[in-house]
T-cell receptor, first 113, second 114 residues
Framework: KAGVTQTPRYLIKTRGQQVTLSCSPISGHRSVSWYQQTPGQGLQFLFEYFSETQRNKGNFPGRFSGRQFSNSRSEMNVSTLELGDSALYLC????????????FGEGSRLTVL | DQQVKQNSPSLSVQEGRISILNCDYTNSMFDYFLWYKKYPAEGPTFLISISSIKDKNEDGRFTVFLNKSAKHLSLHIVPSQPGDSAVYFCAARAGGTSYGKLTFGQGTILTVHP
């Protein structure tokens, strides 16, 4: 059974640009969450999507947005990139109502220059 | 406001001995707790979880203990193996919130020496 797949794995952008990251959840998982990991702040919750609807949002500025498609695949977008957006962005999927754990992908490493 | 705290940034243990990783929380609404292991350049991997209605959960070499009155949980690894060397994260979910929202601690780097 394939795990959570994130693309791209690595990318470099410059300040002011925007970026789109993609996540394919485990087959059958309808909930997708996004997290940002930085050395200073640790793992921070960005948002969660279920059945194409945002169910929860973390404390991040409006430059961070996301969406989910009918096949449960999800994308997140960061506009007007800042140096502080350099981080590992992790996607996780879960089988809502069956168990409590999230299954994480390997992440997308974003570097903003 | 750090609601989940792992006060030990690192822990070093000899192979075969017990590793004990600790986690404290402040939010009384947390009712489900999880431990994840993370290797460099990989995503976190789920280890074990515990609901607030229990005080202990075991899975092979891993046991999690929950002390609700002290708002404290711990992960015991017995016996420790060199392959257990990784960063361990404690995470918590508040009752009534969606499944995908976890609050993580800062992590503890475990090093198991052969």
């Amino acid at each position: 059974k394939a795990g959570v797949t994130q693309t791209p794995r690595y990318l470099i952008k410059t300040r002011g640009q925007q970026v789109t990251l993609s996540c394919s959840p485990i087959s059958g998982h309808r909930s997708v969450s996004w997290y940002q990991q930085t050395p200073g702040q640790g793992l921070q919750f960005l948002f969660e999507y279920f059945s194409e609807t945002q169910r929860n949002k973390g404390n991040f500025p409006g430059r961070f947005s996301g969406r989910q498609f009918s096949n449960s695949r999800s994308e997140m977008n960061v506009s007007t990139l800042e140096l502080g957006d350099s981080a590992l962005y992790l996607c996780a999927s879960s089988l809502v109502g069956v168990s409590g754990e999230l299954f994480f992908g390997e992440g997308s490493r974003l570097t903003v220059l | 406001d750090q609601q989940v705290k792992q006060n030990s940034p690192s822990l070093s243990v000899q192979e075969g001995r017990i590793s004990i990783l600790n986690c404290d929380y402040t939010n009384s609404m947390f009712d489900y707790f999880l431990w994840y292991k993370k290797y460099p350049a990989e995503g976190p991997t789920f280890l074990i979880s515990i609901s607030s209605i229990k005080d202990k959960n075991e899975d092979g070499r891993f046991t999690v203990f929950l002390n609700k009155s002290a708002k404290h949980l711990s992960l015991h690894i017995v016996p420790s193996q060199p392959g257990d060397s990784a960063v361990y994260f404690c995470a918590a979910r508040a009752g009534g919130t969606s499944y995908g929202k976890l609050t993580f601690g800062q992590g503890t780097i475990l090093t198991v020496h052969p």
